[in-house]
């Protein structure tokens, strides 16, 4: 019963870092759009893409294969942030850390072969 006080303690410091973290950032955008300069015009307003005029649509459908491809090299690319580390480490970690780092990198592996076979890999 008297060990409240340490967690309602530990509860108004998440509290105070949530709205510290709420109120700078609309703080600064605030002061952001109260200190800058706003000239709209005509010519400001419109699309501007490596100085050519628009001659269609901007919102154009693209393959799902994109975005499919895009996530296998986002989650190989996350396989080498967990590698690394594991690597430099690997002397102090011993056998049971080379089995987990095994049957990580096979579960990749499974999901590379799985991908491969839906063609997802190639670029058509």
């Known amino acids: 019963m008297g060990d409240w006080h340490i967690y309602q303690n530990n509860y108004l410091i998440v509290i105070?870092?949530?709205?510290?973290?709420?109120?700078?950032p609309?703080?600064?955008l605030f002061f952001g759009k109260l200190l800058r300069p706003n000239k709209p015009n005509k010519i400001k307003?419109?699309?501007?893409?490596?100085?050519?005029?628009?001659?269609h649509d901007s919102r154009v459908q693209f393959n799902v294969r994109y975005y499919i491809f895009g996530l296998m090299f986002v989650i190989f690319d996350a396989e080498t942030v967990f590698l690394y580390p594991w690597a430099v480490a690997y002397n102090k970690l011993g056998i049971f850390a080379l089995i987990e780092m095994f049957i990580f990198t096979a579960m990749l592996?499974?999901?590379?072969?799985?991908?491969w076979k839906k063609k997802v890999l190639k670029w058509t």
Do not use: D, K, Q, R
């Open 16 to 24: 105070a870092f949530l709205c510290l973290g709420i109120l700078l």
């Open 109 to 115: 592996a499974i999901g590379l072969i799985y991908a």
């Open 45 to 55: 307003n419109t699309t501007y893409e490596s100085g050519m005029e628009p001659f």
């Open 26 to 28: 609309v703080i600064a």
